[in-house]
Every structure is written in C-alpha cells, then in structure tokens.
C-alpha cells in the first residue's frame, strides 16, 4: 500500500512544499534514509506477505457467507499478526535508527519524529 493509498489518519504526519515531490523511495525528511539489513527487510515484508493473503481470505469468507465468529476469529488472528509486525518494525527503529541518530548527533529529532509517529499509531 503507497502512501497515497493510505487512509487520512493514517498519512504520513510529515508535510512539505506542494511542489516539492520525492522519488520512490526517497526519504520524505532532511536526513538520511532508514537503511536495514537484507534479512531484516526480507522478514518485514515477508509478514506483509503473508498478511495480505490472510486479509484477501477473510473477503473470502465474507463473501462466501461464513459464520461470523469464524470471520472474527481470522480478523483477531491478522490483528496479532499485524501487531508482530509493528513489533518487529519498533524494534528494529530502536536497535538500528535511534542508535545511529544518536552516534550521528540528531537523535532529538529522531526521536520527535517516533513520538509523532507512536502518537498516531498507539490507541
């Protein structure tokens, strides 16, 4: 899902110039991109993955008439999934982003922008 595909509330919290246009993955801030390893990537997207066939089930089963409990019970199940995932997602952003701001000397902006970003994310 691109950025454009994203429902309002869940945009990006950064704005910038009308004008002003980012390649594909081209960073939407002043400093460097994140940068994670292969392995760490592969994982993520891995999940992701298997995450979009779970949700394209569940229309299934929607579709199919299936009893709702059952649907509940696939929708909860793509929850904890998609929780690992920004579990994983966090960690990473603490281990790797936060530790190299703060070898690079910009961690307090590093560290608005996770605020930010938790503000929106967390209920």
């Not at 910038?16 to 400093?31: C, L, M, N, R, V």
């Not at 979009?52 to 409990?69: A, F, L, W, Y």
């Not at 929780?83 to 281990?95: K, M």
């Amino acid at each position: 899902m691109t950025a454009s595909e994203l429902p309002r509330s869940l945009e990006p919290s950064h704005t910038h110039a009308p004008d002003h246009h980012h390649e594909p993955g081209q960073a939407a801030h002043d400093h460097p991109p994140h940068v994670h390893s292969e392995a760490s990537r592969k994982q993520i997207l891995n999940r992701l993955s298997r995450l979009e066939g779970h949700i394209r089930g569940i229309k299934t089963m929607v579709q199919d008439h299936r009893p709702c409990p059952e649907v509940l019970i696939q929708v909860a199940a793509v929850r904890g999934a998609l929780d690992r995932v920004s579990r994983i997602i966090l960690d990473e952003h603490l281990t790797e982003c936060i530790a190299r701001a703060a070898k690079e000397g910009n961690i307090e902006m590093e560290i608005e922008e996770l605020k930010a970003a938790l503000d929106r994310f967390l209920p």
